[in-house]
């Protein structure tokens, strides 16, 4: 059976939020992982030039990443165990942040068709 999406009913600003931060936890230039404890903190956030931003290997619309900088989503995060919220430095997504199904990525993590 498929897991299910969005077990912990996250509302959509925090399902973007997740997925644009599980993309940035995968590069260096944005992330550094804690071997000990699976978390990897995201310290370089990016900044919209235009209506958008790139994002490791994707670009994303800035009408999409309303929650990037937005301590409140942060801590709704926290309260379901996905981030660890260091407003405003830094969040580090959990390993069950890390790995939560958003089912946003197609939809939001905009990459070149070549």
């Known amino acids: 059976m498929a897991p299910k999406i969005n077990p912990l009913?996250?509302?959509?600003?925090?399902?973007?939020?997740l997925t644009i931060l599980q993309q940035?936890?995968?590069?260096?230039?944005?992330?550094?992982?804690?071997?000990?404890?699976?978390?990897?903190?995201?310290?370089?956030?990016?900044?919209?030039h235009g209506n958008h931003f790139h994002c490791g290997d994707a670009v994303v619309l800035a009408k999409d990443a309303t929650g990037l900088r937005n301590e409140a989503v942060w801590k709704a995060l926290e309260r379901r165990g996905l981030a660890r919220p260091f407003h405003p430095f830094g969040i580090a997504l959990t390993p069950d942040g890390l790995s939560y199904a958003t089912g946003l990525e197609k939809a939001i993590l905009h990459r070149a068709d070549h």
């Open 24 to 48: 940035l936890a995968r590069f260096p230039e944005s992330s550094t992982p804690n071997g000990e404890t699976g978390e990897v903190m995201i310290t370089n956030l990016p900044h919209p």
């Open 9 to 17: 009913k996250l509302n959509p600003l925090q399902l973007r939020t």
